[in-house]
C-alpha cells in the first residue's frame, strides 16, 4: 500500500492539469492567467480527493499495523497523513496567495509573495531530481516501512528456525 500511497502522490502534484478532471467554479471577474494557476492548484486538491479511498484504507491499516508491530513502528503512517494534509493546506495557502497577488498595487512589495509562492510551488508540484524535498520525504517513509516490515520477517523466519530445530529429534546412532 505504501507503493501505491508513494506513485499516487507523484500523479497528484503532476504540475498540469488535464482538461477532463473536475472542473472548479471559476468567478466571473478572474482573469485568464489566475485561472490556470488556481486550476492547478485545485487539480490537486481534486486528485487527493480522488484517491480518498487508498488513503483511508492506509489509516485503517495503521491501527492494524499498531497491534502487530505496536505503536513506535506506526510513525510511516502518521508521516504519510502529515505529508497529505501539507499538500492539502499548501493547495489552499497557494490559492489565498494567488488571491492577494490580484489585489496588489504597483508600488506593494512582492518579493514575499513570491517566497511564499516558491515554497508552496515546492510542496505542490513534483519536481525530479534531487531538489524535490517532498518526494525525498515520501521515498524515506517508504524505506521506514520496508525496514520494519523486513526486520519483522528476518525476527519470525529467524524464530520459526530455532523452533524447528528444537522440535526435530536427533537421529539415532547405528
Known amino acids: 500500500m505504501f507503493y501505491e500511497v508513494q506513485a499516487t502522490f507523484i500523479s497528484v502534484r503532476a504540475p498540469f492539469r488535464f482538461d477532463e478532471e473536475k472542473p472548479r467554479s471559476v468567478p466571473p471577474e478572474e482573469k485568464p492567467n489566475e485561472k490556470i494557476a488556481r486550476d492547478v492548484a485545485y487539480a490537486t486538491r481534486s486528485r487527493l480527493e480522488d484517491h480518498s479511498e487508498l488513503f483511508a484504507r492506509l489509516h485503517a491499516t495503521r491501527f492494524r499495523f499498531m497491534a502487530v508491530f505496536g505503536k513506535a513502528q506506526s510513525e ?41 509562492h516558491a515554497r508552496l510551488f515546492k510542496i505542490l508540484y513534483c519536481i525530479t ?9 515520501v521515498d524515506a ?19 520459526f528456525d530455532r523452533l524447528m530445530d528444537t522440535l526435530t529429534l536427533p537421529k539415532k546412532k547405528r
Open 141 to 159: 517513509e517508504v524505506e521506514k516501512i520496508e525496514q520494519i516490515c523486513n526486520d519483522a520477517i528476518q525476527t519470525n523466519y529467524t524464530s
Open 129 to 137: 531530481g534531487d531538489s524535490d524535498d517532498f518526494s525525498k520525504r
Open 76 to 116: 510511516p503512517f502518521v508521516e504519510i497523513h502529515n505529508l497529505k494534509m501539507s499538500l492539502i493546506v499548501a493547495s489552499h495557502i497557494y490559492t489565498e496567495q494567488l488571491n492577494k497577488a490580484s489585489t496588489l498595487g504597483p508600488e506593494e512589495d512582492i518579493k514575499p509573495l513570491f517566497e511564499e
